[in-house]
């Protein structure tokens, strides 16, 4: 069965640095996304990407967030300076096309942690 | 807006007993609902979906749940409780964006199974 494959598992960083989470969607769908859940809470829809730009972002998604196609496989989400509540649970998902969530597939998750 | 409820934050059942999580929604439309189960520090996995059709789904694990459209509900079910079924479940409703599919998550039901 096609998978989601996130890198890192795990993420260890100090306050104020970059960090790029990185995400293989299955290779024939269209839509990309990424989750997020702060321990213990609920996951929370953070962006999704299609055709190259931004399609829907949410509050959280400030100005800090960015995501990128790189190139024909990879999906990236960048967190320009990170603060300590930016420690979580980080999913990447995709799915094939619009109105069609049968093939959505979650990672398996980035756990990032800001100290 | 979309939502989900899980009214229950714990459960707490005893080794072979029956299972019900509960799960309401608000969605306009025709929900496509899922059912993902998390072990700690895990990422999701997919339990059981539902799209059209048979209101009552079969997943994984033994599990089923059923979507009963005049409650706006979606309850998991399992007949009888393994100790392996430990974890935290969370139902989610698509909302349908222009571009994508947007995974709305109820804040979880943390199961735990006593011997």
């Known amino acids: 069965e096609p998978e989601v494959t996130q890198t890192p598992s795990h993420q260890v960083t100090q306050m104020g640095q970059e960090v790029i989470l990185r995400c293989v969607p299955i290779?024939?769908?269209?839509?990309f996304y990424w989750y997020r859940q702060i321990l213990g809470q609920k996951v929370e829809f953070l962006v999704s990407?299609?055709?190259?730009?931004?399609?829907?972002k949410s509050e959280i998604f400030d100005d800090q967030f960015s995501v990128e196609r790189p190139d024909g496989s990879n999906f990236t989400l960048k967190i320009r300076s990170t603060k300590l509540e930016d420690s979580a649970m980080y999913f990447c998902?995709?799915?094939?096309?619009?109105?069609?969530?049968?093939?959505?597939?979650f990672g398996s998750g980035t756990r990032l942690t800001v100290v | 807006a979309q939502s989900v409820t899980q009214p229950d934050i714990h459960i707490t059942v005893s080794e072979g007993a029956s299972l019900e999580l509960r799960c309401n929604y608000s969605?306009?439309?025709?929900?496509?609902l899922f059912w993902y189960v998390q072990s700690p520090g895990q990422g999701l996995q997919l339990l059981l979906k539902?799209?059209?059709?048979?209101?009552l789904v079969q997943g994984i694990k033994g599990f089923e749940a059923e979507f009963k459209r005049s409650q706006s509900s979606f309850n998991l079910r399992k007949p009888s409780v393994h100790w392996s079924d430990a974890a935290e479940y969370f139902c989610?409703?698509?909302?349908?964006?222009?571009?994508?599919?947007?995974?709305?998550f109820g804040a979880g039901t943390i199961l735990r199974v006593k011997s």
């Open positions: 969605y306009g439309a025709t929900p496509y």
């Open positions: 539902y799209f059209s059709g048979d209101t």
């Open positions: 998902a995709s799915s094939p096309r619009v109105r069609e969530a049968h093939g959505y597939t």
């Open positions: 989610a409703v698509v909302y349908t964006m222009e571009y994508g599919n947007k995974l709305v």
């Open positions: 290779s024939n769908h269209l839509y």
């Open positions: 990407f299609y055709n190259n730009e931004i399609s829907e």
